[in-house]
């Protein structure tokens, strides 16, 4: 018998979920860095990172500067990069020990802010002598790095949200030249329906479109949809639409 698509997508899944299973693990070292963000601020040159290795084991981790922009869509887009100036770019730490990885300029700040993520990131062990494949689990943090504008200023443009099929989309652009960070963004029928994603950062001069689903028992009974959108800095928006049935799933 032929099985449908989706049966035999189901079925593969669950074939490799279980040969995974099957396979020992190395699980990754336990370290900590902290700050996760840094803001390079006018009048700020350099800002220290600290590594804290919390395993009993000896830690080695490399670290690697990446440029964070984002893309017609607002989706994230990586590239390395030399723009900042940060050392050591490996470390080895003791068990229980802390290190300090610092970031500075290169070049002053401009009109625009500039974006980037330090990455920090356990280094993978040599698997000589190991007889069986295994599943190995290793840590990276991406710290997040702004090097503000000398003027920052950032201008959230959130549209008017418009219903399509049942999903309710924003479109939320930055007409600034400084990030800003949504938190979240709820969607309410001022009854009992009440549902939220989370929002994300919004680089100088991006655009980003939030789609929440709504329900069509919701959508054909509300008359209108409240939807609020949180960020960093007090930020609030709210905006509100009414529904039109046959926009709904």
């Known amino acids: 018998m032929i099985q449908p698509a989706s ?6 899944f669950a074939f ?10 190395a699980w990754a070292a336990e370290f900590s860095v902290t700050p996760i963000r840094v803001d390079l601020k006018p009048g700020v040159l350099t800002e220290t990172i600290t590594v804290t290795n919390n395993a009993n084991s000896k ?6 500067l990446q440029e964070w922009t984002q893309d017609a869509n607002g989706v994230d887009v990586y590239t390395d990069s030399n723009d900042l100036v940060y050392f050591p ?6 068990p229980q020990a802390k290190r300090l ?6 070049t002053p700040a401009g009109v625009v802010e500039r974006a980037y993520r330090l990455y920090i990131e356990e280094d993978r062990e040599p698997s000589a002598g190991v007889e069986r ?7 990276r943090f991406g710290v997040a790095v702004f090097l503000a504008p000398a003027v920052p200023k950032p201008q ?3 549209g008017q949200p418009k219903l ?9 652009k930055n007409a600034g030249n400084e990030h800003f960070r949504l938190s979240r963004v709820a969607l309410s029928d001022g009854a009992s329906f009440n549902t939220e994603i989370p929002g994300w950062y919004s680089l100088a001069g991006s655009t980003r479109t939030y789609t929440l689903e709504v329900p069509s028992e919701v959508c054909r009974r509300a008359r209108s949809l409240n939807l609020t959108l949180e960020g960093e800095e007090g930020l609030r928006i709210d905006r509100k639409l009414d529904v039109d049935p046959a926009n709904c799933a």
């Open 7 to 12: 049966t035999l997508r189901r079925f593969r």
């Open 16 to 25: 490799v979920a279980a040969a995974l299973l099957a396979l020992p693990a």
């Open 59 to 64: 830690l080695r981790v490399s670290i690697k």
């Open 89 to 94: 770019r490996q470390l080895e730490l003791e």
């Open 101 to 106: 990885v610092r970031v500075g300029l290169k």
């Open 133 to 139: 494949p295994q599943v190995s689990f290793y840590l």
């Open 156 to 158: 959230p443009e959130v």
């Open 164 to 172: 399509a099929g049942g999903k309710l989309s924003v479109a939320v």
